[in-house]
């Protein structure tokens, strides 16, 4: 295909990122022939989570975008048809806590689900998703570290980097849940300083700088007209640099949520007011939009990727 045959990708949100077959599922998920029957449904996210294997990264990826778009109802007949099933009690269970960051369940849902994690982890012990929703659940009810670190260090035990829980608990320590500052970022840079490059947390050091970032918006004033020199400090430019210089790399980055991590690095860079280096990450994310950060504030996420990606016109020729 020539150059001059190629069309723009138009931006649109894509739960899926780059995976093919999830889309798929996704998209027959929302047609109403597969959408109006539970059956169906059902069978289609069966086919999919048992053609995953051992890649727990990319079962967790799958898992979590079912969680959010499949039917509630789905959910639950799956479990009680499956009980004996893995996926169909860790995607219940999934869904309980995705929920429940909008609606607290209600104590009956709660129980449900933690015993489902139990039960799944019983029947596929290597398999960290199951660990990773109670690490989830404590989330939602507060509960102390010496329940939370059990349950981390299990997870870790499975799959040292995974993406999925690392933001739990970094959300587990922060001020805003059961931590402080100080502890949520000690805990961003114990993960720098250990963690391989390409691993799947590479970009827990840009979530905290975008984190803090906001916060300092948020609080108006001073703090929000000064907000844009965070990205002049030395470890947000040493963030930044190390990012471009390496996450745009062919097979640097081979984690399923790669394409978010993209988004977040394509926004923070128009941020800093670095419209050449984001113009760069716009094309490696070809329009395909993640929710976050881009719907900062309630907004349209794929209208303001469009306008942050407009503000780099040119600056990459």
Known sequence: MSLLSRRKATPRLTPELDDTDLGNVCRRLADRGVGNSRSLAIAVIEKLLDSTGEDWDRRCHRLGVLAELSLPGVQRLWMDRRPDHPDALTLFAWGVTTRGRHTPPTADESRLAWHACLKAAELRPAD?????????????????????????????????????????????LSPRECGTRGRVLD?????????????????????????????????????????????????????????????????????????????????????????????????????????SPWNRGGGDAVSAFIAAQQRTSGAAL
Not at 157 to 164: H, I
Not at 187 to 209: C, E, G, H, N
Not at 251 to 277: C, F, I, V
């Open 128 to 172: 960290p998703a199951s660990w990773i929703v109670r690490l989830g659940l404590l989330r939602l009810w507060r509960r102390p570290n010496d329940e939370v670190l059990p349950l981390w260090s299990e997870i870790t035990a499975r799959d040292p980097w995974n993406r999925e829980a690392h933001l739990h608990m970094y959300g587990y």
């Open 187 to 291: 805990f961003v840079d114990q993960v720098r300083a250990v963690a391989p490059p390409s691993a799947a947390t590479a970009a827990l050091p840009l979530w905290s700088l975008v984190e803090r970032y906001h916060a300092a918006l948020d609080q108006g004033g001073v703090s929000a007209l000064t907000a844009l020199h965070l990205w002049e400090h030395k470890e947000a430019i040493e963030v930044l640099d190390t990012a471009v210089a390496t996450w745009l790399r062919p097979g640097h980055l081979t984690h399923s949520s790669r394409l978010a991590d993209l988004n977040l690095l394509a926004y923070a860079l128009g941020e800093a007011r670095k419209p050449a280096l984001a113009a760069g990450v716009f094309a490696a994310v070809g329009g395909r939009v993640t929710p």
